[in-house]
């Protein structure tokens, strides 16, 4: 029975050197964990998207359309009448954002058609740019659009709202 306890102490001892020779082997490494925060993007409005003064034609429609640049260049269908030159603007925003990173621009599509409250006239929009670079100042961006007149369109005030989308890339 000595015998028998003794073969056992050494097997166990064995046994419990084999399992420890893994720990022997063993290996450890090491990571760092990082979060970078971002300034979130900002954009304020500086001016609206106006078409001036219009006067329709009597037998046909035309389009007065707006460059979305910082000009805002008008450009009058020649059936039409444009006035109000002063007046005449594209809409601009400031865009703020992180230094080097790209911001996509999205949701000028919401304005379809301006309004007097009983009357309409459809509108297109288009931005100066779908993508801006921050340069770590304000960057401009621009809309302007097209607007369709129709032959004797009743005379009024026609609005309407849009928003702008920007977020980073």
């Known amino acids: 029975m000595k015998n028998l306890k003794t073969v056992f102490a050494a097997g166990s001892a064995m046994i419990a050197l084999g399992l420890g020779a893994t720990g022997a082997h063993a290996a450890t490494a090491t990571a760092d964990a990082t979060a970078e925060i971002l300034q979130q993007v900002q954009i304020a ?3 609206d998207l106006n078409f001036g003064t219009i ?4 037998a046909a429609s035309g389009v007065v359309s707006i460059a979305a640049n910082a000009a805002g ?3 009058c269908a020649a059936n039409l009448t444009c006035a109000g030159a002063a007046s005449v603007s594209s809409a601009s925003f400031n865009v703020t954002g992180a230094n080097g990173l790209n911001v996509d621009v999205t949701g000028l599509g919401g304005l379809t058609q301006l309004s007097d409250g009983t009357n309409n006239m459809p509108i297109t ?3 100066s740019s779908t993508v801006l670079a921050m340069t770590g100042s304000a960057v401009p961006l621009y809309v302007g659009g097209s607007l369709s007149v129709a032959a004797n369109q009743p005379a009024g005030v026609y609005s309407g709202t849009f928003s702008v989308s920007v977020d980073y890339q």
């Open 45 to 47: 409005q500086v001016s």
């Open 55 to 58: 006067v329709p034609d009597t």
């Open 73 to 75: 260049t008008r450009n």
């Open 125 to 127: 929009l288009g931005g």
